[in-house]
């Protein structure tokens, strides 16, 4: 029976696997400068651009540039925010390409919070975008189907905006170890509109 070899681990570099082709960040932002001079973009950390107060006016072409020129291929997020003076919705956009990720921010006015859809661009905002009309209200012009999709059929509210108040028998008892009361029945003559932007 012969003694099996050894053969020592040769000392490989791997570090610079999957980066053949990627671009830096300063040539991706010096171009996307160039193509929208008047968006502020800004290179974050080592792999994170961000690209802030969009106008909604140019949001669609900003974001299908870049899809089509700089390689962004993935939404990997979005949500909205109730800034109170105006609303706000942000994207996060990755490049497997170029190992980056990009945020894109776009702030809305108070009294017609809508902008338009993405998710002919990247699937995956689909859901986010409906969830985020769900919660906020704000409305993705031309989405395919922006409906409701956690609240009930019927709902009359937005509860993640800040005008929103949750009605008594909603609220958590504390006192009671933070169970929620017995259900109660829905009937109520608080005359609050819910939703209302102007509140």
């Not at 995956?124 to 409906?130: F, M, T, Y």
């Not at 989405?143 to 019927?154: A, F, I, M, Q, S």
Request: hydrophobic share 30%.
């Amino acid at each position: 029976m012969s003694t099996p070899t050894i053969v020592a681990a040769k000392n490989e570099n791997y570090s610079e696997l999957g980066r053949t082709g990627v671009r830096s960040m300063e040539t991706i932002a010096g171009e996307i400068k160039s193509a929208f001079p008047d968006i502020d973009v800004r290179i974050k950390t080592t792999h994170r651009l961000e690209a802030n107060k969009v106008p909604r006016e140019i949001f669609l072409q900003f974001c299908t540039y870049l899809k089509e020129k700089q390689g962004f291929d993935h939404l990997t997020c979005m949500g909205g925010n109730d800034l109170r003076r105006s609303w706000e919705v942000f994207y996060h956009i990755s490049s497997y390409g170029n190992r980056c990720l990009i945020q894109i921010r776009c702030e809305l006015p108070r009294n017609d919070p809508s902008v338009e859809s993405v998710s002919l661009l990247w699937g995956g905002a689909n859901w986010h975008e409906r969830e985020t009309y769900d919660m906020y209200g704000i409305v993705f012009k031309n989405h395919p189907k922006l409906e409701r999709v956690l609240t009930p059929e019927g709902t009359d509210f937005f509860p993640f905006r800040k005008d929103f108040k949750l009605m008594d028998h909603w609220k958590i008892d504390w006192e009671n170890k933070g169970r929620r009361p017995p259900p109660q029945a829905l009937s109520s003559d608080d005359n609050r509109k819910f939703g209302d932007a102007d509140g």
